[in-house]
């Protein structure tokens, strides 16, 4: 009898300190679901909180591979430095076609302003797709914004423009234009910057004629002129510019 009490109380105590043990060391398991369900909760990250690189910003005009029309971001900052140049591109497919522009903007923008060349560093960021083709036509844009950054100014966001930029300061002649044109349309800005001539889209269709002389076939091949005034394709102004300074005062 002695021996079953004693072997009741010994089943006690050893449901008791399991009891205790599981509680240390192994918490209650719904306590534990719960807390996993609130820690584990995935985060909505916004995406469009990305914070925009500093400076002036301005847009470049370029065309894709199979010649749609594209408007892309881009933004210029001047700090004191020593004179680099550093460049955030979103994609560097086309680095090697756009670095000269960038240079060149560079370079005449300090000279342009009589700025020491080792005064300012210049940071480009450019959100540059992979099917944009065309880097140099976004010279003249980008000393115009390198301008407004060395002079610590803003510029005009509702207007683009497309061309190169020369040693002189002069904006030189791109191909695309009326694609382009339609781009900056539809992305709803209210006028278009083009090189001087270029509002007038002139292009060659071929056309044959072939006519029998006896036995022989004589064919005659021409190329006729057709021109198209962008400014009548498009519901924007499109002005045309001939150096930098007539750019800026469109965008000052």
């Known amino acids: 009898m002695k021996e079953n009490v004693l072997l009741g109380l010994v089943l006690v105590l050893v449901f008791v300190a399991g009891g205790?043990?599981?509680?240390?060391?192994?918490?209650?398991?719904?306590?534990?679901?719960?807390?996993?369900?609130?820690?584990?909760?995935?985060?909505?990250?916004?995406?469009?909180?990305?914070?925009?690189?500093?400076?002036v910003e301005t847009y470049i005009v370029g065309t894709t591979e199979d010649g749609k029309g594209m408007v892309s971001s881009a933004w210029v900052r001047a700090d004191p430095g020593v004179g680099k140049i550093l460049v955030?591109?979103?994609?560097?497919?086309?680095?090697?076609?756009?670095?000269?522009s960038i240079r060149t903007a560079s370079s005449f923008s300090k000279e342009y302003l009589k700025i020491e060349k080792d005064r300012y560093d210049l940071t480009y960021s450019i959100d540059l797709d992979a099917s944009i083709v065309g880097g140099p036509s976004a010279g003249g844009t980008l000393t115009v914004a390198t301008i407004a950054a060395l002079k610590n100014t803003s510029?005009?966001?509702?207007?683009?423009?497309?061309?190169?930029?020369?040693?002189?300061?002069?904006?030189?002649?791109?191909?695309?234009?009326?694609?382009k044109a339609r781009a900056v349309e539809e992305e709803g800005f209210e006028k278009f910057l083009v090189?001087?001539?270029?509002?007038?889209?002139?292009?060659?269709?071929k056309e044959?004629?072939?006519?029998?002389?006896?036995?022989?076939?004589?064919?005659?091949?021409?190329?006729?002129?057709?021109?198209?005034?962008?400014?009548?394709?498009?519901?924007?102004?499109?002005?045309?510019?001939?150096n930098i300074e007539e750019a800026l005062g469109h965008f000052v």
């Open 88 to 100: 955030d591109i979103e994609n560097l497919f086309f680095w090697v076609d756009i670095q000269h």
């Open 20 to 55: 205790i043990s599981a509680t240390l060391f192994f918490p209650d398991l719904s306590t534990e679901v719960e807390r996993k369900e609130i820690t584990e909760k995935p985060v909505e990250w916004n995406l469009t909180t990305k914070p925009l690189p500093e400076g």
């Open 208 to 242: 044959e004629s072939c006519r029998s002389v006896g036995t022989v076939e004589i064919c005659r091949t021409e190329y006729v002129e057709e021109k198209t005034d962008i400014n009548q394709e498009v519901g924007i102004d499109v002005v045309e510019v001939g």
């Open 155 to 179: 510029i005009k966001n509702d207007l683009v423009m497309t061309g190169t930029i020369q040693e002189n300061g002069r904006i030189g002649t791109v191909g695309g234009i009326l694609p």
């Open 195 to 205: 090189p001087e001539g270029q509002s007038v889209q002139v292009t060659y269709t």
